[in-house]
């Protein structure tokens, strides 16, 4: 039994985005094999859950930033597609019959904002600090805490408790107490951890994340 409990919690590279709506379904804990054999941005093109993203790195032209020796946390195309409803919420309020779409994200905000994804260093699970997690800098000079934390999710099957991975973005000018049940703070799991590109390390995020954390007011 806890065999196959363990099965069910290991991410596989098919079931990246299954189930991927809901927060229920926490995947990661990495591949049997994480080895993508590609490249950051090649990796997002191949996989269509991910291909929404390397078109707007595209256009923002940061290939090689994502293609660095570095480490991405890859927002998918569930999150870009919560930005844009985020945007067209927003507009609606002044013209009911406003369009918008991923093409019409601006490339100045692209440039600014996709870099928050980016960690010069590369951050896997096993150097990862437990817990309270520690805070990054990312390419475009915000701050991320990143952590590893357990959950309470399977431990009557289980011997010891799983750990996932999660990125929180800070509310306000200063960090909120990592154990503060009223913090202000965004975390957001990872989905699937520790895919290694022949050049970095990917965690892809849950889709109920929103690009850049956008929110409409």
């Not at 009557?156 to 509310?171: A, H």
């Amino acid at each position: 039994m806890k065999n196959i409990a363990l099965t069910i919690i290991t991410a596989t590279l098919l079931s990246l985005c299954s189930c991927d709506s809901s927060g229920d379904y926490l995947e990661d804990g990495g591949l049997s094999n994480p080895e993508v054999g590609m490249s950051t941005v090649e990796f997002f093109r191949s996989h269509d859950q991910l291909d929404t993203l390397a078109i707007l790195i595209d256009r923002a032209g940061m290939e090689e930033l994502f293609n660095s020796q570095n480490t991405v946390f890859a927002p998918n195309n569930l999150s870009i597609r919560n930005y844009v409803n985020e945007i067209l919420t927003e507009m609606r309020k002044e013209d009911p019959q406003a369009e918008f779409t991923v093409n019409d994200i601006p490339v100045d905000t692209l440039t600014t904002y996709l870099g928050s994804y980016v960690f010069e260093e590369k951050i896997t699970r096993e150097n990862m600090t437990k817990e309270q997690g520690r805070i990054y800098t990312a390419a475009n000079g915000e701050e991320r805490r990143i952590s590893l934390e357990p959950t309470g999710a399977y431990e009557d099957q289980l011997d010891s408790r799983p750990e996932y991975v999660y990125i929180t973005y800070k509310n306000g000018e200063e960090w909120n107490d990592w154990d503060d049940t009223n913090s202000d703070d965004d975390k957001f799991a990872v989905k699937t951890s520790n895919l290694i590109s022949t050049n970095g390390i990917i965690h892809v995020l849950q889709g109920e994340h929103t690009l850049f954390n956008y929110e409409s007011d």
